[in-house]
Structure formats: structure tokens, C-alpha cells
């Protein structure tokens, strides 16, 4: 709740409804799981999760700091689950509430390649926008270096594929998780999301554009 480039983001009105309530509607149909959680610390976002249908686990203020991380928190909510239900689950998801434009089909393939036990962890990715490989360094006085100079003039089909975490959809086995505490574990797989659905909400730019993909998304699937 405390964000500080984009007040109030988790529950930020989208095209009519709060943004954390895609999320919670994707998990719910989706028909994957057992227990659909919010972690907060905020009384504005518990109030508004439990209207959209989700439980909702109190944080602790350490847990909400700017120096806390989600491996922290999802640490936090394990523990906490096998103290109420006496066992961890087998595996969770951590879907993250600003990213509202991801589907339930995007769960539930990106589930079907964990549940396939060929891999532990299973991220969304998406493409860079432009070739990561090109970046330069500023210096102090200005001055602009190649970050890679032995890759930034390479023929581009013969550079390294890169892409990026899409932050929307991780799925993860919690043996493993609990074990390496990372969700960038070994034995970890991506299901490729296009950029579009993989808009974060963090400034108000982001809000524009989720605003205008969600009105478009509704508008074409009104007549289906």
C-alpha cells in the first residue's frame, strides 16, 4: 500500500473496476486452486480483495517496507499456511495484482508446463523492445560507452536471445522454492506472454496504457 511513484496502484480504478480484481477473476477462473490469497498490509486493498472474492493475510509492516522482497513475503505466507493447514502446499503461484491484463488461460498454460514435472519453476517472459545488447553506460562527465562492446557489434542473429521477466505469472514447486528461495530457481522454464498483457502498473504512464488495452480487450470481446 505504500507505493510512491503511483499512490494507491493495487486498487487504482481500470476501465471501471479496481485493478487488484483482475486478478483475483483470473485466479477464480482459471479453476486451478484451492486457496486464493492477498498478502497486505493495507486496510483499503484487504477491504477491496475480500469484495472481489480472494482471503486476505494481514503483512507485517516489515514485510511491506521498500526492502522486503517477494521471495520474503511468499517465505512469510508458506510458513504461516502450514502452520494453519498443518502441511505446505505442493505447489503455488504468485500472481502479482498491478499486472491485471494477463488471462486465465495464462495461468493455467504456464501451470501446465510445472504440472508436466519436466521443470520447477515456470516464469511469464516477454520480448525486449529493443536489443538489450545495444545499452550504453553514462558516465560522470557524460560520457557514453558500450556496455558489451564484444557483443553490441555482433551480427544481431548472432547475439544471445534475451528476453524479460514479464512479472505477471510465476508458478513455482515449494520444495524447491523453500529450498533455493529464489524465483529464479534452477530447473526454470518461461511461457511467453505478449508485451501488451504484460503491463505493470508503477507510473502514471503505465496506468494510460493498461487503461487503453483494457477498453480495448472489453470492446472486443463484448460481441464474442
Known sequence: GGSKRLPGKNVIRVAGRPVIDYTVQAAIK?????????????????????????????????????????????????????????????TFCCLLATSALRSFEDIRESFLMLKSGDCDFVMTYKEYESSP?????????????????????????????LVKDAGSVYWLDTKSFLEQETFYGNNLKGYLIPAERAIDLDVPHDLELMEYFMNKYNSETEGV
Open 30 to 90: 482459471s479453476d486451478l486452486f484451492d486457496h486464493i490469497i492477498v498478502s497486505t498490509e493495507d486496510s483499503d486493498i484487504a477491504e477491496c480483495a475480500r469484495v472481489c472474492g480472494a482471503e486476505v493475510w494481514e503483512r507485517s509492516r516489515e514485510l511491506a517496507s521498500d526492502l522486503s522482497t517477494m521471495d520474503d513475503v511468499m517465505k512469510d505466507v508458506l510458513e504461516r499456511f502450514k502452520n494453519k493447514y498443518d502441511a505446505y502446499p505442493k
Open 133 to 161: 545488447h545495444e545499452a550504453l553506460k553514462i558516465g560522470e562527465n557524460a560520457e557514453l560507452t558500450p556496455m558489451w562492446p564484444n557483443i553490441m557489434f555482433q551480427k544481431r542473429w548472432e547475439r544471445p536471445h
